[in-house]
């Protein structure tokens, strides 16, 4: 069996890049271009995000590039691998923040928490003046936890501050001392969510390096504090201890997992919708979803890929 010919880098980075963002796009995308690396990459005044792929050293290099920008020299980085092109084209992107939290003025390269390895969460988690906080969407937390943890109820990220605020007074009385421990699936999430703690007079925060995706792939699943599978953002839809594939689906119609049990719902028409989302589209776009689905068949029958199917293309956003 050949190698996979494809080489994947999840990166982001935190990094006073400032008003010099905009500068660094240029020779970002031309570089990518000239080395035929493909994927996105989010610049903002805060730092860089995205995931890239590409093939021999071509990777590399760009990773070496992205390094020499300031702030970069080490990168909160997951590499993977796969046998086809897992993205159509590159896009460098200005954005105003590589995360969108939505609070003008903080600082998540200076003010953020403090990292807590894998290996040292579980006796972090299991003491019980922690408070542990998931910092993700309502939807990924329902495919899976850590034992004990905060459900924000969360639909974006941008709701996390409101939410905060508003459950202060149970979560960290004040008088009372308290440690907030705070997760997400790669970690890009809960560090700037600690820095935003932080920013409203929290200081004993931390957040998991890595986030889950670490946490499952180094800490042996009899050890683990994790409960059910977690959420990704690419076509594996979710994974297990070892980053073994999971067994949810992605719904085409909304773009949220669905379990093998959902699947089973009456309102479940595969490509089309799911339960949580029947009464959310209209006919009209309904039937579109139902043609791309009999295009996605067409082709598997033929033996071909489809657009309907590919990680490029069907990744749901990190909102």
Partial sequence: ???????????????????????????????????????????????????????????????????????????????????????????????????????????????????????????LIADPDTVVIDTRNAYEVAVGAFAGAVDPGTRTFRDFPDWFRAERARLAPEGRPVKVAMYCTGGIRCEKATAFLRAEGVEDVYHLEGGILRYLEEVPAGESLWRGECFVFDERVAVGHGLAPGTHSLCRGCRRPVSPEARTHPAYVEGVRCAACVDERDDRRRAGYAERQRQVALATSRGQGHVGVSPGAQAPRRP
């Fill in 1 to 123: 069996m050949s190698e996979p010919s494809w080489q994947v880098a999840a990166l982001y980075r935190f990094a006073p890049f400032g008003a010099q963002a905009a500068a660094f796009r240029g020779p970002l995308q031309a570089l990518c271009d000239a080395r035929g690396v493909i994927g996105t990459l989010l610049l903002a005044p805060e730092g860089i995000n995205g995931t890239i792929a590409g093939q021999g050293d071509a990777l590399a290099d760009v990773l070496d590039h992205i390094r020499g920008l300031p702030g970069c020299e080490t990168l909160s980085l997951k590499r993977s691998s796969a046998d086809a092109p897992p993205f159509y084209r590159m896009k460098v992107r200005l954005k105003r923040e590589i995360v969108t939290l939505g609070q003008p003025g903080l600082d998540p390269v200076g003010g953020a928490g403090r990292y807590v390895a894998p290996a040292d969460w579980n006796a």
